[in-house]
């Protein structure tokens, strides 16, 4: 299975983006990059995907390289709100045997 | 509220005994996945149901067991109960389709005592 490589944590200001990187540097060509994030104990939140484009949503936006070795997550203007446990995920399997496999993710605090 | 429901959403028991989890998925969704996550640790891919039929399996324990209804909602069953059970358990569910996503429930908090 595809694996992906996070920074264990991050500070970012509030007010300012915030730029989550992720590596995943053996994907496949149809597999797809999901980003969630956590918030305490909470369910993971869904967040944004993207399989070769740039995508934006009105939560964040998505960079991925040329060569989809890797990619960006970027919450614009950061808020304390925004304080969570980030997961880049690349998912994997063929439709009906999908599987979204966490790694240990980024923990991202957003400093007033 | 991302539409997934789990029941109960908190759960104490003793070593030995078995308990069921249960997950209702957004509606239309087939997919339902099951996920552990031990204290402070990441989240690990236990199973996934398709539909009514498994299709995908992770780091499951024998002891470990789960099914999806006819009418997609999924159980998960966990017997003879060990302190180190305890932990989150979530459940996701997705429509399955290439390029969908998938929610998840906000869980249910096992302990073993």
């Known amino acids: 299975d595809a694996k992906t490589t996070q920074p264990p944590s991050m500070d970012c200001a509030e007010g300012r983006a915030a730029n989550l990187p992720c590596n995943h540097s053996?994907?496949?060509?149809?597999?797809?990059v999901y980003w969630y994030r956590q918030i305490h104990s909470q369910g993971p939140q869904y967040i944004i995907h993207g399989l070769k484009n740039n995508e934006t949503n009105e939560m964040a936006s998505l960079i991925i390289t040329e060569d989809r070795k890797s990619s960006t997550l970027i919450l614009p203007h950061a808020t304390l709100r925004d304080t969570a446990v980030y997961y880049c995920i690349v998912r994997v399997g063929t439709s009906g045997t999908y599987k979204y496999i966490f790694g240990t993710g980024t923990r991202l605090k957003v400093l007033a | 509220d991302s539409g997934v429901t789990q029941t109960p959403k908190h759960l104490i028991t003793a070593t030995g005994q078995r308990v069921t989890l249960r997950c209702s998925p957004r509606s239309g969704d087939l997919s339902v996945y099951w996920y552990q996550q031990s204290l402070d640790q990441g989240l690990q891919f236990l199973i996934q149901?398709?539909?009514?039929?498994?299709?995908a399996k992770g780091n499951i324990l024998e002891r470990f067991s789960a099914q999806q209804f006819p009418d997609l909602h999924s159980e998960l069953n966990l017997s003879s109960l060990e302190l180190g059970d305890s932990a989150l358990y979530f459940c996701a569910s997705s429509v399955g389709g290439l390029g969908t996503e998938a929610f998840f429930g906000q869980g249910t908090r096992l302990t073993v005592v």
């Open positions: 149901y398709y539909n009514g039929e498994e299709r």
């Open positions: 053996t994907i496949s060509g149809n597999e797809y």
